[in-house]
């Protein structure tokens, strides 16, 4: 199981970044996929995830309306679009495979992360 994100780096405040993830060694197409971040010195949070169809997507306030989960089945990526980023955005994003239970989402897989950095 393999997977890999890409997208990161330095970006100003108000600016955007699209991150991208790459699946390999599952069957892509039956997992929630994810995206969680973890800044220095803080635990891991979850900002989006996408049910198997792309149907049905969730987002926490602190980035509601500014991050967009995708993702292409055919491909086997999924996509975190993030606009009007903020200093506070600064994190290690990663990418996860997993799915719903009645407690809550819980990755099986994760990927090694990449680094965002909204500074000026």
């Known amino acids: 199981v393999q997977l890999v994100e890409s997208g990161g780096g330095l970006v100003q405040p108000g600016g955007s970044l699209r991150l991208s993830c790459a699946a390999s060694?599952?069957?892509?197409?039956?997992?929630?996929m994810s995206w969680y971040r973890q800044a220095p010195g803080k635990e891991r949070e979850l900002v989006a995830t996408?049910?198997?169809?792309?149907?049905?997507?969730n987002y926490p306030d602190s980035v509601k309306g500014r991050f967009t989960i995708s993702r292409d089945n055919a491909k086997n990526e999924v996509y975190l679009q993030m606009n009007n980023l903020k200093p506070e955005d600064t994190a290690v994003y990663y990418c996860?495979?997993?799915?719903?239970?009645?407690?809550?989402?819980?990755?099986?897989?994760w990927g090694q992360g990449t680094q965002v950095t909204v500074s000026s």
């Open positions: 996860g495979a997993g799915r719903w239970y009645p407690y809550g989402y819980s990755p099986n897989y």
């Open positions: 060694g599952f069957t892509f197409s039956n997992y929630v």
């Open positions: 996408t049910t198997s169809a792309g149907g049905s997507t």
